[in-house]
């Protein structure tokens, strides 16, 4: 067995959510946001892309080589897909590997807000799901789609760099399209969508102007498109929406997110008070006359006070969804004060709001039991690592589909 694939089976024993590779600097895996080195050796000079040879073809690290970039994916077989992002630092090189289990896990396990499931049955609009990196946002998004997937029949179709969780067909037919492999760009598919009688336009990730057009278009054409943006919240949404468009056409812009967006869903993940995972908190801004309203006329700073204000079900604030988790034990005072968007809101919520009861879980859904080494059993044996592609190992490059 290779060193890169003990360390990706590792990943998965340890439920990981990413490794980091750095000349220089031990192999480093973080679990529950913690980073810890996996053993005190160093990686020499030469070392990653040997490491990286073992698991992709050497047409993909020559693309590393020539540009100084490279992000793809893999698959160990039975376990789960792989994001790889490497890149050039220094003169040397350096990756990030992502780990994503093969289960999707159910929506109901999540301990997100129940409404969750209702948007996700829209018939049209646009949903968007917004967080800082590693906050869950792909894992709660492919939980709603399965959750749409499994009640009703359709075509769900997606547009991915690269494709994260792989589907099974349900009740509705769902097709997944990797941006380099299935689509030649992410323009061009995005400009074919509309074509392929999609019910769901699932986006990866929405980061400029043109991606954001197209996703409004799909909702205001009869499509429910729903996509991740990386905002912290809400209101930090809206004004990154704002910002990809030049002052002059603002106007029709917001006169058009107003009509279609059905609602931001922004989530955070807090440490439990145990220390054995975290908690996802959940803001959710839900459409209504008054925020589309505030959304037309670009006002986005009475969002806030609409949504602690709103009587349509379902919309809350980080605010009173931390204080839910605070209340019930699962989070501590200190984590939930420090992950707050308003710490002084918090308290106000603390010493007189009430708010529904979930069910405290953890999230991400643990990944299956894989027969692993622990961390110090893990040596990189430098000398062994050749420079070539491996024979034989259980990875397929590229799509992880």
Not at 44 to 50: E, F, S, T, V
Not at 371 to 395: D, H, Y
Not at 396 to 401: E, K, L, M, R
Request: proline content about 6%.
């Amino acid at each position: 067995m290779s060193t890169m694939e003990r360390v990706m089976r590792l990943m998965a024993q340890k439920n990981a959510s990413d490794v980091y590779l750095s000349t220089q600097a031990p192999i480093t895996i973080r679990v529950n946001g913690e980073c810890t080195p996996v053993n005190p050796q160093p990686l020499p000079p030469g070392a990653i892309l040997n490491l990286l040879l073992e698991v992709l073809p050497a047409a993909a690290v020559d693309e590393l080589k020539t540009t100084g970039e490279l992000n793809t994916a893999t698959r160990l077989q039975g376990i789960g897909n792989y994001r790889i992002s490497a890149l050039r630092q220094r003169g040397t090189y350096a990756a990030v590997i992502r780990f994503i289990s093969s289960d999707i896990p159910e929506l109901s396990t999540l301990n997100v807000p129940p409404v969750l499931s209702k948007l996700i049955m829209e018939k049209r609009g646009l949903i968007l799901v917004t967080g800082a990196t590693g906050t869950g946002k792909s894992t709660t998004l492919a939980a709603m789609l399965d959750y749409r997937n499994e009640r009703r029949h359709g075509h769900i179709l997606t547009i991915e760099n690269p494709i994260e969780y792989t589907f099974v067909n349900k009740l509705s037919i769902v097709n997944q399209r990797e941006v380099g492999t299935d689509t030649a760009s992410l323009e061009i598919g995005l400009k074919n969508a509309l074509r392929q009688a999609a019910d769901v336009i699932m986006i990866g990730e929405i980061r400029d102007q043109p991606t954001m057009t197209a996703a409004i278009a799909y909702a205001q054409s009869g499509h429910l498109c729903v996509g991740t943006m990386h905002a912290n919240n809400s209101y930090r949404a809206l004004n990154r929406i704002l910002s990809f468009y030049p002052v002059e056409v603002r106007p029709t812009l917001l006169g058009d997110l107003a009509a279609s967006l059905k609602s931001i869903v922004s989530q955070r993940l807090i440490p439990t008070a145990d220390g054995a995972g975290r908690v996802p908190a959940v803001e959710i801004l839900l459409n209504s006359s008054l925020v589309s309203e505030l959304i037309e006329k670009g006002d986005f700073s009475g969002i806030k006070e609409a949504m602690e204000n709103s009587i349509v079900e379902g919309t809350q604030t980080f605010e009173a969804d931390i204080g839910r988790l605070i209340r019930e034990k699962c989070i501590t005072r200190e984590d939930g004060l420090a992950f707050a968007d308003s710490p002084t809101n918090l308290m106000w919520q603390l010493q007189n709001g009430a708010a529904p009861k979930l069910k405290p879980v953890l999230m991400p859904k643990p990944a299956s039991k894989v027969e692993a080494p622990s961390f110090t059993a893990i040596s990189l044996e430098m000398p062994a690592i050749k420079n070539k592609v491996g024979n034989g190992a259980p990875f397929h490059s590229g799509p992880a589909n």
